[in-house]
């Protein structure tokens, strides 16, 4: 998030996209629901699904998903042409300003079209864009549903172009504000689980960078960017890749095409799985490590508005267990190093030296409520909001983003469009929250189907059907419903009994490398 | 403008609609037909005549001569005799003295100064009384202070309850900056006993509306709701007739009378709760909520419909507004008590020979109320008490008959003038079964919303209960007593506040009553 | 029923108390439904747990469902003074009814109420939309009579 | 601003209340309704005091402080009221400490230790309230409710699920889900902020039930390990058992002002799952075999060193978390990137 949470109640008017925000971020949902119930703000959602949020809002609109730059393109065209935008601040703040507007100004985002493209009617749209456009402070929320597809980066692209011809980045209240989506998903970019950076955002390329952790490490590291997960999974299967060490996930159900990643994780020569619980994933591993919960360390998490927070040890882990760090440190010594971390406490001093925008979060400092970085030394804040006054690269750059169509259409053979995401009684693959038997007699597998579709097909609610996709088939109880785009499938990802990711198609954005989880085609069939 | 020799006025109200009034005055017109009186006799219906219990009964003018209980057979002696001979038709006559005395001595009568003389239906009738000056002076001659600073000076108190001044109630709001402003009538009379606001807006809307429309003109309000409880069938239908009148006379509406000022008045309807007469939990039920009431401060006047500043004002008090700017603070001040000026109107049941409405300036002692505006005691029956202010209210013995009736003096007593119920009891009457009854009602009523009330209340009718059941022990009514005065200091509002007064009373005076359930 | 009812209010809470009085005179079991509750729900963008605490807390409405006339008997202290607890008595017995019960034949539903303002003839009843005044026994029974005659 | 309190001069907040100016320094006035978050509701009367200058009795969770303000908290009239008003609350419904979970936690239990109340002088309550048991997580028992309204504020202003809400009047005034559905059947999301408010034993956490004293539990702070909000909770354990027994938000939490949602707040099962590992496993012949640490170990080192040598650093990659803490990330990247030499690392950061 560029901005925070108590920023919420700040925003005249709020766009939900891709976010099923009561259901995957359900205290943020109930923030935005009391800047509505207080008056204070209104808000967009646009969903193929008729999410709880879709309750609290002045317009809902439900968009065909893949749709989404045409849709926010759309909405700037209608804010261009009627003079909504923030013209100050695209003159002083911005720079590519012409070059987007042609692209935008096109006639293929007219309403009309995206209309067709979207199945959002015109006259919405317009409505859309113009409670939007005339907002003095509007604010963005997206999820998984805007990033998970082919088009994932341009999605994003298109959310930032969005607010910063609207003036609404750098401001209390804006922002483009990505949900995230697990407890210490920020934190593990922050400290350069990716392949293409060191923590705190330094490229692995960049030669700097380089130098400062090789003197900090005293060794030699290399220059070059590295291989994402999926590509992990492709590099196992083709034999480039032999081993795999995979710390608290389970890619075996988070993973598109699960078929694919069955054979990967078969072939490949040596698997280290380091975890709570034997997972679908540790099954196929060579060694298994058990790892401590989170309840029985300490250290720090960094939530969705970068706000690092300390979490406690709560009770003892069972014996034999270890918490990951200390299993870390012992492989590495083992590999021949000479690592000496006493506590916890010695790597958060580390981090403090080489992640600029963590300098300053010590570990004495952080106390109960911790703080948001950037915060570069001990005498800084901490940061609220981003970009305030003006943008870390300097001038905000506007990029012309085309529409392009998903990957996978429907078509006669799978005429229908298979979206996958999350309840909220379950957490992604289900390795913590099905241990708990109340959630799974709360929320099961199912797929739910517009009641138009199902009255077609004469499925009726709870009945047992398969659902195939050119990757594989499950089955799940179907759930019929009316808050439902008609042509639209939705299956919840957390069931190994009905695994998603059996069906989804693993085409990624050329640059994001994100799966397209959001949208592929498939067929519904009765069982008999 | 047409001259006849003699108006009869027939009296159009929920009881005599009952009783057959429309039959009556078809026979009415077909007698006076029959006698070619038609040119000279011009029948008018009215709103009631302040006389229950007595059917159909119609009132001939000028000769100021009320008609009782009146059957169909009735008319033509009256036609023939009266109307036509001049010979008043005595044994169809009630206590004539009695009538001539008081309920037609309309020089004394402020609010109800058109009552059952004008036909409420026609805003012409009301115009023709002088109706509707006030609020022509009030917008042309007037700025919203003077309005206020006269107010003030008149010294109207509130005719809800609390008796607080009107003028100081408006001048809360008057000054204050704000988009909105509302002027709210409260017309949810719900105090047992108390029908006094169905008789105003029944018998003269237009008194009604045009003191709404000062006070809005005086407070800065464009918008008017008068909410009334949804029983009043009849004050609905009259309000809303007097509106559409109003609007189509320019009266009300946008730029009235070229002045730039517009106002709306809307009529609000409530579904069934007694605590809605209370003025934030009114407002709450306006809203569309359940009507419990709000936490003081901020007062509505500040924060009040729809978190708008809003000015409460019951029907009466309102009623008086119009006489005060036509005829001067000065001369309000005139009438009634020191303490409070003007006149109060009072409903009074029970064993008195002529139950009903009644006008009578502030400080009228109550036994002057009772023997002669109700016509002394039914069946000559000796006097015991009287619960005055409703089921909230306090039951005056036999010694305090002479206390005089307005806020300050029923204080000093512990008592109050209320809603301005007058129910009187004689020697038969059993203070046990009237406090059972109170409290039940209390119990029903109390909106559930703080612990003293609900719990109180349900406390209370348990040990009433036992008395009346003749379980109870003389520590029950120190009981009472001891959980009344604390609900009274601790309650959320004065519903749950009330309860303390009628059994403290009660037990005070009537120990005698209970002590006799206990053998 | 509904959208009819719908039309004539614009889609605000403060309207929520008309709605349901609209709803509950349109139903001739004189009672506001859960479907009803729902759809109201809809229209007025508001919880069901609102709509149904609102329902609750006023005497006029009824969550259940209520004979053809609705007799609503005051029982506050003015008709009690005059003899109402006699009167309703008297009308459960010939009606052979509880109070809050509906008799056999779905004509009549008895209910006590507080003050209805017409004191001057206490005891009082409301028979739907009507008042009835200065109640006898014998009154009651020829008002119930005539009633039942009309049915 | 100064502000009196049984005579004693305390310095006040300007935007404060009495009642808050009392409990900020530590000075007891018996309140059931009042909480920080749902705010003054003025609903249960307890906490009234006298102030100079005001006629009667005052509520102080809603009487805004004022200067040189001389308030009496403990003066007969002030106890004597608040007795009868307590002894009402208490005498409206089942309040059997003994058996009751809320037992040492109770808001009415405080209240009427304070004030000397033994037993209730009334019984009001006739069983007319059938305890609600359809809930997964959440036990409804109405006997015990005292209508404090802080569930309902809480569940319309807070959370925003707007399931709650008070059905009928007066005495008969009760606590509904939706239309007066079991809480189960309700659209309820069972995030438990009732639960939370709840000042008494009527709402209360299922599974909690029989596993603990509230005294006899230790608390500890921490985060929520769920999505990426970072919700501020606290961690009731059984020392005895070194058993999570009951998880609640933080209230003066920046996040999540003690919100929590159904995961958060109930599903912590996984913490002492009987399935959790507790030795490092081999697979030998496609079977697990526990190894021991060393074991283990020193496999997983010889296995990369050896793939590192013969293939090549980018042939090993690595999988860090979004699950674990930052320092176990840092250190998890360190070893990828300086022991093994690669930039080979990512996580289901998009998955």
Redesign the interface.
């Known amino acids: 998030m560029t901005n925070d949470?108590?920023g919420i109640k700040k925003a005249d008017v709020i766009l939900i996209i891709g976010s099923d925000t009561?259901a995957?971020?359900?205290?943020?949902a109930?923030r935005i629901?009391?800047a509505?119930?207080e008056g204070t703000t209104k808000v967009i959602v646009i969903d193929p699904k008729e999410i709880v949020m879709a309750?609290?809002a002045e317009i809902y609109a439900a968009h065909r998903p893949g749709s989404d730059v045409a849709v926010m393109n759309c909405m700037m065209q209608e804010i261009l042409k009627n003079g909504w935008e923030d013209k100050e601040y695209i003159k002083e703040r911005l720079e590519g300003f012409e070059e987007f507007k042609a692209e935008i100004m096109k006639e293929k985002y007219s309403p009309e079209n995206v209309e067709i493209l979207s199945g959002i009617k015109a006259e919405t749209l317009r409505k859309i864009a113009e409670l939007f456009g005339k907002a003095k402070t509007a604010s963005l929320y997206y999820a998984m549903g805007i990033?998970?597809h082919t088009t994932?980066r341009d999605n994003v692209w298109t959310t930032a172009n969005l607010q910063m011809i609207c003036g609404n980045l750098g401001v209390e209240g804006g922002g483009v504000n990505p949900?995230?989506?697990?407890?210490?998903?920020?934190?593990?970019?922050?400290?350069?689980?990716?392949?293409?950076v060191?923590?705190g955002y330094q490229k692995?390329v960049d030669a700097n960078a380089q130098a400062k952790?090789e003197k900090a490490?005293n060794?030699?590291?290399?220059n070059?960017?590295?291989?994402?997960?999926t590509e992990?999974i492709d590099?196992?299967y083709d034999g480039?890749?032999?081993?795999?060490?995979?710390?608290?996930?389970n890619?075996f159900l988070?993973?598109p095409d699960q078929k694919h990643v069955i054979a990967a994780m078969e072939k490949v020569?040596?698997m280290?799985v380091q975890?709570?619980?034997?997972t679908e994933t540790a099954e196929f591993?060579?060694?298994?490590?058990?790892?401590a919960?989170?309840?029985?360390?300490?250290?720090?998490?960094?939530?969705?508005?970068r706000?690092?927070?300390?979490?406690?040890?709560?009770?003892?882990p069972?014996?034999?267990?270890?918490?990951?760090?200390e299993?870390?440190?012992?492989?590495?010594n083992?590999?021949?190093?000479d690592?000496n971390?006493e506590t916890?406490k010695d790597?958060?001093k580390?981090?403090n030296q080489l992640t600029p925008q963590y300098g300053g979060i010590t570990w004495e400092r952080i106390g109960?409520?911790g703080l948001q970085w950037p915060c570069p030394n001990e005498e800084h804040p901490g940061t609220p909001y981003l970009h305030k006054g003006k943008f870390a690269r300097g001038k905000g750059l506007l990029s012309p983003i085309a529409f392009k169509e998903p990957d996978e259409l429907p078509d006669e053979e799978y005429p229908l469009i298979l979206t996958t995401g999350r309840v909220?009684?379950?957490?992604h693959t289900g390795?913590?929250?099905r241990?708990?038997?109340?959630?799974n007699?709360?929320a099961g597998p199912m797929v739910m189907i517009s009641v138009v579709d199902a009255e077609q097909m004469r499925i009726s609610n709870s009945e047992i059907v398969k659902i195939a996709t050119r990757r594989g088939e499950i089955t799940a109880p179907a759930f019929v419903t009316k808050r439902i785009l008609q042509g639209v499938i939705y299956i919840p990802f957390h069931y190994k009994e009905s695994p998603a990711n059996v069906l989804t198609n693993p085409a990624l954005d050329p640059i994001?490398?994100?799966?397209e989880?959001k949208v592929c085609a498939a067929r519904i069939e009765k069982v008999l | 403008m047409k001259f006849y020799r003699s108006h009869v006025l027939v009296a159009i109200d929920d009881n005599s609609l009952k009783a057959g009034v429309k039959e009556i005055e078809t026979q009415l017109r077909i007698e006076l037909e029959k006698n070619n009186l038609t040119d000279e006799i011009k029948v008018l219906e009215t709103g009631g005549l302040s006389y229950f219990g007595t059917g159909v009964s119609i009132t001939i003018l000028p000769d100021q001569i009320t008609y009782l209980n009146l059957k169909k057979e009735d008319l033509s002696e009256i036609v023939r005799e009266h109307l036509l001979k001049g010979r008043v038709v005595s044994h169809l006559i009630l206590n004539t003295t009695l009538t001539n005395k008081y309920n037609f001595n309309y020089k004394n009568r402020v609010v109800l100064e058109n009552s059952g003389i004008i036909n409420p239906e026609n805003i012409e009738e009301y115009l023709g009384t002088g109706g509707y000056e006030a609020w022509e002076k009030v917008l042309t001659k007037m700025k919203p202070t003077e309005v206020v600073n006269e107010v003030k000076a008149s010294g109207l108190r509130g005719r809800g309850g609390a008796g607080f001044p009107a003028g100081i109630k408006w001048s809360f709001t008057a000054p204050l900056r704000a988009k909105q402003k509302y002027i709210v009538v409260n017309a949810d009379e719900g105090e047992p006993g108390t029908f006094k606001d169905r008789l105003i807006m029944e018998g003269d809307p237009h008194k009604l509306l045009e003191g709404i429309m000062i006070a809005a003109y005086a407070v800065g309000a464009s918008k008017s709701y008068i909410y009334i409880r949804g029983e009043y069938k009849l004050c609905i239908h009259r309000l809303e007739l007097a509106i559409k009148q109003a609007n189509e006379y320019g009266i009300l509406g946008k730029n009235i009378f070229g002045s730039g000022f517009d106002l709306e008045i809307e009529i609000k309807i409530g579904a069934g709760a007694y605590i809605c007469g209370e003025e934030t939990a009114l407002i709450e039920s306006m809203e569309g909520n359940r009507g419990t009431p709000r936490s003081k401060p901020p007062f509505p006047g500040v924060e009040g419909a729809w978190s708008k500043p809003t000015v409460v004002n019951n029907v009466e008090t309102i009623a008086n507004v119009p006489s005060i700017i036509k005829n001067g603070a000065d001369w309000y001040n005139t009438i009634g008590a020191k303490c409070c000026r003007g006149t109060k109107v009072y409903t009074m049941m029970g064993d008195v020979k002529l139950p009903g409405l009644c006008e009578a300036e502030m400080g009228t002692s109550l036994r002057t109320i009772i023997n002669e505006y109700g016509g002394g005691m039914r069946e000559e029956k000796s006097f015991k008490a009287a619960l005055v202010g409703g089921a909230a209210g306090v039951f005056l013995p036999n010694d305090m008959l002479d206390v005089k009736m307005d806020f300050s003096s029923l204080q000093e007593y512990g008592a109050v003038l209320g809603s301005g119920a007058i129910l009187v009891m004689n020697e038969d009457a059993d203070l046990v079964e009237m406090l059972w009854s109170i409290i039940r009602f209390f119990r029903h009523e109390s909106c559930g919303k703080c612990n003293p009330c609900s719990n109180g209340n349900t406390v209370l009718f348990k040990l009433i209960d036992g008395i009346r059941k003749g379980k109870g022990k003389e520590a029950d009514l120190d009981e009472m007593v001891r959980i009344s005065e604390v609900m009274n200091k601790t309650s959320f509002c004065a519903l749950g506040q009330s309860p303390y007064m009628p059994i403290k009373s009660a037990i005070d005076n009537f120990r005698i009553d209970f002590l006799a359930r206990m053998k | 029923m509904y959208e009819k009812i719908f039309n004539k209010y614009s889609p605000e809470k403060e309207n929520l108390i008309y709605i349901l009085h609209d709803i509950q005179d349109a139903n001739p079991q004189n009672f506001i439904s859960e479907d009803a509750v729902q759809k109201v729900s809809e229209y007025l963008?508001i919880s069901i747990s609102h709509i149904y605490g609102v329902l609750t807390f006023y005497s006029m409405y009824s969550t259940k469902p209520r004979g053809k006339n609705v007799i609503r008997l005051c029982e506050a202290p003015p008709c009690f003074l005059k003899g109402s607890e006699r009167i309703l008595k008297n009308l459960c017995k010939i009606l052979n009814v509880k109070v809050g019960g509906t008799t056999s034949d779905g004509l009549f539903t008895v209910e006590l109420c507080a003050c209805l303002g017409i004191c001057g003839n206490a005891p009082v009843m409301m028979i739907n939309e009507d008042v009835y005044g200065d109640l006898t026994d014998e009154k009651v029974e020829k008002i119930i009579t005539e009633i039942k005659g009309r049915a | 601003m100064i502000v009196y309190l049984n005579g004693k001069a305390y310095k006040a907040k300007p935007d404060e209340t009495v009642l808050q100016l009392a409990l900020r320094n530590g000075i007891y006035i018996p309140h059931l309704c009042y909480h920080e978050k749902t705010g003054k509701a003025a609903k249960c009367r307890a906490c009234v005091v006298e102030v100079e200058g005001m006629p009667g009795l005052k509520t102080s969770c809603n009487l805004p402080v004022s200067d040189g303000m001389y308030v009496t908290i403990n003066s007969e009239k002030v106890l004597q009221a608040q007795r009868v008003v307590v002894d009402l609350a208490l005498s409206s419904g089942q309040h059997d400490c003994l058996s009751c979970e809320q037992n040492g936690d109770c808001e009415l239990q405080d209240a009427a230790y304070y004030l000397g109340i033994e037993r209730p002088s009334f019984q009001l309550y006739d069983d007319k309230y059938e305890m609600d048991d359809s809930s997964?997580?959440i036990r409804v028992d109405r006997s015990k409710c005292i209508n404090c309204g802080r569930c309902v504020e809480g569940c319309?202003?807070?959370?925003?699920n707007e399931v709650l809400n008070f059905g009928n009047r007066g005495f008969e005034t009760k606590i509904v889900f939706d239309g007066d559905l079991p809480m189960g059947t309700s659209a309820c999301?069972?995030?438990g902020e009732c639960v939370q408010l709840c000042p008494v034993g009527c709402l209360i956490d299922k599974?909690a039930i029989g596993s603990g004293r509230v005294w006899e539990l230790e608390k500890?702070?921490?985060?929520?390990?769920?999505?990426?909000?970072?919700?501020?909770f606290e961690?009731h354990?059984d020392r005895k058992r070194?058993?999570?027994v009951r998880v609640t938000g933080?209230e003066?939490?920046?996040?999540?002002n003690g919100?929590?949602?159904?995961?958060g707040r109930?599903?912590?099962?996984?913490?002492n799952?009987e399935?959790?590992?507790?030795?490092?496993?081999?697979?030998e012949n496609g079977k697990?075999k526990e190894a021991s640490?060393d074991e283990?170990?020193?496999?997983?080192?010889?296995?990369?060193?050896s793939?590192k040598k013969?293939?090549g650093?980018?042939?090993?990659?690595?999988?860090?978390?979004?699950?674990?803490?930052?320092?176990?990330?840092?250190?998890?990247?360190?070893?990828?990137?300086?022991?093994v030499?690669?930039?080979?690392?990512?996580?289901?950061?998009?998955?």
């Not at chain 4, 980018?314 to 022991?339: C, H, M, P, Y």
């Not at chain 4, 030499?341 to 998955?351: E, F, Q, V």
Request: proline share 4%.
């Open positions: 949470i108590a009561s995957a971020h359900p205290v943020i109930a629901k009391q509505v119930r309750d609290y990033t998970q994932g949900l995230r989506g697990q407890s210490n998903v920020q934190g593990a970019c922050d400290m350069g689980g990716l392949p293409n060191y923590p692995v952790f490490w060794c030699k590291l290399d070059k960017t590295g291989i994402t997960v992990m590099g196992a480039t890749v032999k081993a795999l060490y995979v710390m608290g996930e890619p988070s993973d020569d040596f280290v975890d709570m619980f034997i591993a060579d060694v298994i490590l058990p790892a919960a989170y309840a029985e360390k300490d250290g720090h998490f960094t939530n969705t508005e706000r690092v927070q300390r979490i406690n040890k709560v009770i003892e069972p014996e034999g267990v270890k918490t990951d760090w299993i870390v440190q012992l492989i590495a083992a590999m021949g190093s690592w971390y916890v790597i958060t580390e981090i109960r409520f909220l009684q379950q957490f390795t913590m929250s241990k708990t038997e109340g959630l007699n709360l994001a490398k994100i799966p989880y | 963008k | 997964e997580f319309n202003y807070t959370v925003v999301v069972q995030c599974r500890v702070e921490t985060v929520c390990p769920y999505c990426g909000v970072g919700c501020r961690v354990i070194e058993k999570i933080v003066d939490s920046p996040t999540n919100m929590l949602c159904v995961k109930y599903g912590f099962d996984f913490v799952s399935e959790r590992l507790t030795s490092p496993l081999i697979k697990f640490w283990a170990i020193s496999l997983v080192a010889s296995k990369l060193s793939l013969e293939f650093s980018d042939s090993i990659a690595g999988l860090a978390s979004a699950k674990v803490t930052n320092e176990e990330n840092f250190v998890f990247q360190k070893l990828i990137r300086k022991e030499g690669t930039n080979n690392i990512d996580h289901c950061a998009r998955l």
